[in-house]
């Protein structure tokens, strides 16, 4: 693991806001944030702009210079930042996220130079740093954060301001991931699982003798199908959300119970599922609700595409109809809950697996959502 320390700037839009999403993706994606200085005021330097917020954190990671370099300029672009300047001239941003020591590297190369050269010339770097690492040694300048900050030649005054930043844990102990046949959920959820330190449950579809059967032959089959799904889902989110992980924050599952109820109410006749729905109703009350329901929507088009794409012969069957008559199920699912904090990203429009940034920017929607869901508990959002 290496030490790496970091600045951050932020003059347009809301900047605080912008300095905190800006730290909780590092934290995600980066690494783990160990200490984050106060946050300071200051005049825009050597352009004439807006006032900026600076703030100066310590990074733990075990990326290289060159894959950290990659995540904090796909995190400028996340949050909006548009390409930097090409002339060299300083310029109003959203977001700058500058690696200022990694160890005691000394790197020079045309995208990353270590330590940052210009720091001790820079008043708003130098506070943050010698707030949190006052006897830091720069290892070039053989001097500490407090001896250069009494020897800067900018003397441009820095405000500290009365808010501070947070490390914020990730805050849901448990995340249904949830989508029609083909949407993307188990590979969205297993990625995300692993970003974030979860213990991952994934549909156990590929062990059901039922599936290929119902494809063939959905009136006779049915019925065991859906009774199979229930008696499995129940048992595997009951076993996995019981047992502590000692190593895992939180659990991500690539599906919820109540899915049950959706396929079921399509598949079945009305009298079958009259009695399917008692059996659930006993069930569902034992079961742990998710802290945060996440739809992942895509049209019947893409839908078709990917299942095509994926190529397991039982689904080539599946008609544009049966995936309208699903996601109808799932929108009134979704209608009905009342307590249950729910996202919706509409990713029609995008390709996750094949452009990662995208990916990136849907982890960014939810993390956002935390804020949002305290005036709302069902949030839309189009990718």
């Given amino acids: 693991m290496h030490k790496v320390i970091i600045s951050l700037g932020s003059n347009l839009g809301k900047p605080f806001k ?7 993706l590092l934290n995600i994606f980066a690494g783990k944030i160990k ?18 917020l600076n703030v100066a954190l310590v990074l733990q990671t075990g990326l290289s210079p060159t894959e950290l370099l990659q995540k904090t300029q796909l995190i400028e672009r996340i949050l909006g930042r548009q390409s930097k300047s090409q002339n060299g001239e300083y310029q109003n941003r959203l977001i700058d996220i500058d690696i200022l020591y990694f160890d005691d590297q000394q790197i020079n190369t045309p995208d990353l130079q270590v330590p940052h050269p210009l720091l001790s010339q820079r008043n708003f770097v130098l506070k943050p740093l010698n707030d ?21 030649p900018d003397k441009t005054p820095v405000k500290l301001i009365d808010k501070q930043l947070k490390i ?9 991931i949830e989508g029609n046949i083909g949407a ?33 032959d959905q009136k006779r089959y049915a019925f065991p199908l859906e009774m199979s799904f229930l008696a499995d889902r129940y048992q595997q989110l009951t076993d996995d959300l019981s047992q502590y992980d000692l190593f895992k924050t939180s659990v991500i599952s690539d599906y919820y119970v109540f899915k049950s109820l959706i396929f079921s109410k399509v598949t079945l006749s009305e009298d079958e599922y009259a009695l399917y729905r008692k059996i659930f109703n006993f069930m569902y009350r034992d079961l742990v609700k998710p802290d945060l329901y996440i739809y992942l929507y895509q049209n019947v088009n893409r839908l078709l595409q990917n299942i095509k794409k994926r190529g397991r012969s039982y689904e080539q069957s599946i008609t544009g109809e049966y995936l309208e008559q699903i996601h109808e199920g799932y929108m009134n699912f979704i209608k009905m809950q009342k307590d249950l904090n729910i996202l ?3 990713i029609s429009d995008i390709d996750f697996v094949e452009n990662p940034e995208y990916y990136y920017q849907m982890v960014h929607k939810i993390i956002s959502f935390t804020q949002k869901k305290q005036a709302e508990h069902l949030v839309i959002e189009k990718m």
């Fill in 18 to 24: 912008n300095l905190q999403s800006a730290v909780d």
């Fill in 35 to 52: 200490s984050i200085s106060p946050v300071y005021q200051t005049k825009a330097w050597q352009f004439d702009g807006k006032d900026f």
């Fill in 132 to 152: 949190i690492l006052p006897d830091f040694f720069h290892p070039v300048l053989q001097k500490t954060h407090r001896e250069l900050l009494t020897l800067t």
């Fill in 344 to 346: 919706i990203l509409d």
């Fill in 168 to 176: 914020n844990e990730f805050p849901y102990n448990f995340i249904a």
């Fill in 184 to 216: 993307g959920k188990t590979t969205f959820a297993t990625q995300f699982a692993k970003d974030v330190n979860a213990k991952l449950v994934l549909e156990r579809f590929e062990e059901n003798p039922f599936l290929p059967k119902f494809y063939q």
